[in-house]
């Protein structure tokens, strides 16, 4: 099957809309770690170092300034089994960024929730437009909410999925102008493995914000 291109919408590649820094120096190419998925050309991105914001994501004031910070709302699906040990399925995020890093390069299948979304819905919907296929019909926990960074916020549903395998990887793909500041687009997949993997491993490898979702599951499994 071709891989996609994720359809225009607000989600984790895709949160700068409007830069905070509002320089007139400012270049509209990518900032760090952040690109703009296929389809969303009428979305601004900056190349500064400065902080973005999207117009749908909730803020919080900063006390004693007079800036604002986004909190985005991701959900991600967190699939685990036991062989007899805890395993988890997780994933290698792909685009230029991530390329030839390990350790702290992985992540549970999420992404942005869609303004009005429910979680649980953006959590596997998610998971489809990633992974390439929809998630197993088991029963989730909904583990509750984890600070993934400093402004952003991860909704996560672990479920029991022993028999899930995946016989192929057919990850969604983005644009990102690349080289930076080229004027280049190219395109790269979302992700560029996923796998099980060992708890103990898992903590090595995934995103340190992503972390906590594994001591809840702990205690809930």
Request: include cysteine; charge should be positive; hydrophobic fraction near 35%.
């Amino acid at each position: 099957m071709v891989a996609h291109t994720r359809p225009a919408r607000q989600n984790e590649a895709t949160d700068t809309r409007r830069c905070a820094c509002r320089s007139k120096r400012c270049s509209g190419g990518p900032s760090s770690g952040s690109w703009r998925s296929a389809g969303s050309a009428s979305r601004p991105a900056c190349g500064c170092s400065h902080a973005h914001r999207s117009s749908d994501a909730p803020r919080r004031r900063l006390r004693g300034a007079h800036a604002t910070v986004t909190t985005l709302r991701s959900a991600g699906v967190l699939l685990h089994r036991r062989t007899p040990g805890l395993e988890v399925f997780i994933a290698h995020m792909g685009g230029p960024f991530w390329a030839g890093r390990h350790e702290r390069a992985w992540s549970m299948p999420k992404g942005l929730i869609d303004p009005g979304e429910d979680p649980r819905d953006a959590a596997f919907r998610e998971f489809a437009e990633e992974v390439g296929v929809p998630a197993p019909d088991v029963d989730y926990v909904d583990l509750g909410t984890v600070r993934a960074s400093a402004k952003k916020v991860l909704h996560v549903f672990a479920g029991e999925a022993p028999g899930f395998e995946l016989d192929e990887l057919r990850p969604g793909t983005f644009e990102l102008e690349w080289p930076l500041r080229s004027g280049r687009t190219a395109t790269f997949p979302e992700i560029d493995d996923a796998r099980w993997v060992p708890v103990d491993e898992a903590r090595a490898l995934l995103v340190k914000g992503q972390v906590a979702a594994l001591d809840r599951l702990e205690g809930a499994a």
